[in-house]
């Protein structure tokens, strides 16, 4: 047999595994998510119930703002990724080794001086007026629960590193699992605190840790058993590896960034020019209409790691196949699970919250929202995989530039469905129409370039 045979034949057999893993980890999260969107789906006539319609406005406007303060890391943890998956497929143990080591070290060396800045930030801020509320006392609550949800990022971030390694490892069913139980435990706290009659500040608490939590026992498991040896220690920190990977989280922290103020700044805009309360309403629609989206970034999710490894092995064959063959399969589920949703929207809300004045206009943008961004989402999980992250960055620029003026001019004018329809522009203008002319353009740039990884 030549040698050349042989390397056709390996390629093939990397292949037909790597395709095994990203079908098994899509499986597990679509089983995780499933869960995820039951408790989901139960959490909001549970707290709104609960707490009423101003503070479950102020939950979700929370956690909407919380993603510009829940940067900590600079991005580390997504750059770990790829860059573990690539000495994976080398077979390079050594080589994650220091990748954990010295993504650990530069977490840790961020986390820190954030939670102080944000505590700081916190106590300082006018809550009342950011959220619009209707009442000075529920200040303190605002700010509690914007500190919990900020902090709770922050100090998982550490041990977050050994989840996004195991990924790289190819070990997403596991992690997934993991990801199920923090879900029952978020979820339980949540249920436990409301039958116990506690106030927001108390379920935002139980919500984040919960998650938190077996996290940090899942790392604890995993670094005393299977992976012993990758268990990071300062002997192994590369200043020059962590500095890389804070370099390549760049890319990550900018998407986030402009990601936060694009698209998800829109429940602090609603809050501010119309109250907390309107937020309820936006929320409880935007939330129904967000599970299609969140399935298919968990599909996205599982292919990040393979893609890193099929680069590392220079497999573009497989690259550019794969990515085609995604575009239009989550593309096609978007836009049937969102028609599906338009059509049943009223129904679907009438059974799950009772009666909630639900515009048509916002239907149909949330409609047009979901297709678009499934989309933009295959495109962008692409560029993050691959490296190309100049690419991604320009388009996250045009997503910004195009996506927040429009929201500040729409959503006075014509209130909640204002934000989607900013969003669906600023994803077809930065995602959907460039990729009808440029990806063919960008698999030969790919091809060109060839693999490449972290400066060792």
Request: proline share 4%; net charge positive.
């Amino acid at each position: 047999m030549t040698v050349t045979k042989l390397l056709q034949l390996t390629k093939g057999s990397f292949s037909a595994e790597r395709s095994g893993v990203v079908l098994r980890t899509a499986l597990t999260s679509v089983a995780t998510r499933v869960v995820t969107t039951l408790a989901s789906l139960l959490t909001v006539p549970l707290v709104l119930h609960h707490v009423g319609s101003e503070r479950y406005g102020i939950w979700m406007a929370a956690i909407a703002l919380s993603t510009l303060f829940a940067l900590a890391d600079c991005g580390v943890t997504k750059s770990l990724v790829a860059e573990v998956a690539k000495a994976h497929g080398a077979c390079d143990r050594e080589r994650v080794r220091v990748l954990i080591a010295s993504a650990f070290a530069a977490t840790v060396a961020f986390a820190l001086p954030f939670l102080a800045i944000t505590l700081i930030v916190v106590s300082q801020i006018d809550w009342a007026w950011a959220f619009n509320l209707s009442d000075r006392r529920l200040e303190h609550e605002a700010a509690l629960v914007v500190a919990i949800i900020c902090i709770t990022f922050a100090v998982t971030y550490p041990v977050t590193v050994i989840r996004e390694a195991r990924l790289g490892l190819m070990q997403g069913p596991e992690v997934n699992l993991w990801d199920l139980l923090g879900v029952f435990l978020g979820f339980g706290g949540l249920v436990l605190a409301v039958a116990s009659g506690a106030g927001l500040v108390a379920i935002a608490a139980l919500w984040a840790c919960g998650p938190a939590i077996a996290r940090a026992v899942a790392a604890i498991i995993f670094l005393a058993g299977r992976g012993r040896d990758l268990l990071p220690s300062w002997r192994n920190v590369d200043i020059g590896v962590s500095r890389a990977l804070v370099g390549g989280g760049a890319a990550f922290l900018v998407y986030a960034l402009t990601q936060a103020l694009a698209l998800q700044s829109d429940q602090v805009l609603i809050a501010r020019f119309f109250g907390a309360e309107k937020v309820a309403d936006y929320a409880v629609v935007q939330r129904l209409f967000l599970q299609p989206q969140v399935l298919v970034t968990l599909g996205l999710a599982a292919q990040w790691p393979a893609y890193g490894e099929a680069l590392g092995r220079g497999d573009f064959v497989w690259i550019g196949r794969h990515l085609r063959h995604s575009i239009v399969l989550y593309a096609a589920f978007a836009a049937l699970a969102c028609g599906v949703l338009g059509v049943l929207c009223d129904p679907i809300l009438q059974i799950w919250v009772g009666d909630i004045a639900v515009p048509p206009l916002l239907v149909g943008s949330m409609v047009a929202l979901g297709i678009t961004a499934a989309v933009a989402n295959v495109l962008a999980f692409f560029l993050m995989s691959v490296g190309l992250s100049r690419l991604l960055l320009i388009a996250q620029g045009v997503l910004t530039v195009v996506t927040l003026p429009l929201e500040l001019v729409l959503i006075p004018r014509i209130g909640t469905p204002g934000a989607a329809i900013a969003a669906t522009f600023g994803y077809l203008l930065a995602y959907v129409l460039p990729c009808l002319f440029l990806r063919d353009r960008l698999l030969s740039q790919l091809q060109i370039r060839g693999p490449s990884g972290l400066a060792r």
